[in-house]
């Protein structure tokens, strides 16, 4: 299957469940959110991006040499340290909202975590595409974030440069998992299994940060 076309079915597999229609993303939009419900949502998220390196190194290390491995290769490297390491970027947006350092993950958190750490283990096509139903949605997603901190809650700098970093970054390679799942499979069915099941563990994600 092209690019475009698992791009359309994994966007069709998503269905309502995108990220910036979920009730707590409207209500940071808005600035609606509380402090600490910021925060405690910031001491959640820092478990899915601590994750993230070791979930792109198991993919990587699971396809063979080629276009597939070298972009999953890019893709970690950017996290390790393009233009820093993003966990450190994200510890500064953490920091800014006041979030706990040592928050134990709730049981949506985990759950989340436990699926892209499965899936990258399942093999390269389920990972990837678990990967892309958040990944296509990113730039949009970060970019709504800074200017929502910026606007409502006065955040700027260092507290939104991770935002602000992923907004660029995803806007200009955002079909990174699309091009390369495009190359190692033709059976569109692991794709959508993967990318219903991302997008309901990110909904329920956002379902236990929605305190309201």
């Not at 890019?74 to 393009?82: S, V, Y």
Request: glycine share 8%; proline share 6%.
């Amino acid at each position: 299957m092209s690019s475009l076309d698992l791009a359309g079915l994994v966007c069709e597999t998503i269905g309502s469940r995108r990220l910036l229609a979920h009730p707590f993303y409207r209500r940071w939009e808005e600035g609606r959110l509380r402090k600490d419900e910021l925060a405690a949502y910031a001491g959640q998220y820092r478990h899915v991006e601590a994750a993230l390196p070791d979930v792109l190194s198991t993919i990587a290390t699971g396809l063979p040499e080629g276009r597939p491995r070298s972009l999953t290769e890019e893709n970690l490297a950017d996290e390790l340290g393009r233009p820093a390491p993003h966990l450190e970027l994200f510890d500064a947006f953490a920091a800014a909202v006041g979030a706990r350092p040592d928050a134990e993950p709730g049981p949506a958190t985990e759950a989340l975590v436990e699926l892209q750490v499965t899936a990258a283990r399942d093999g390269p096509v389920a990972g990837l595409a678990v990967l892309a139903a958040y990944e296509s949605q990113a730039a949009e997603v970060a970019a709504t974030k800074a200017e929502g901190l910026r606007r409502h809650y006065g955040i700027e700098g260092d507290g939104v440069r991770f935002w602000e970093v992923h907004a660029s970054m995803e806007a200009s390679h955002a079909s990174w998992s699309f091009d390369a799942l495009s190359e190692i499979t033709e059976d569109p069915e692991p794709v959508i299994a993967a990318a219903d099941a991302a997008a309901a563990a990110w909904w329920a994600f956002l379902d236990e940060r929605d305190t309201c």
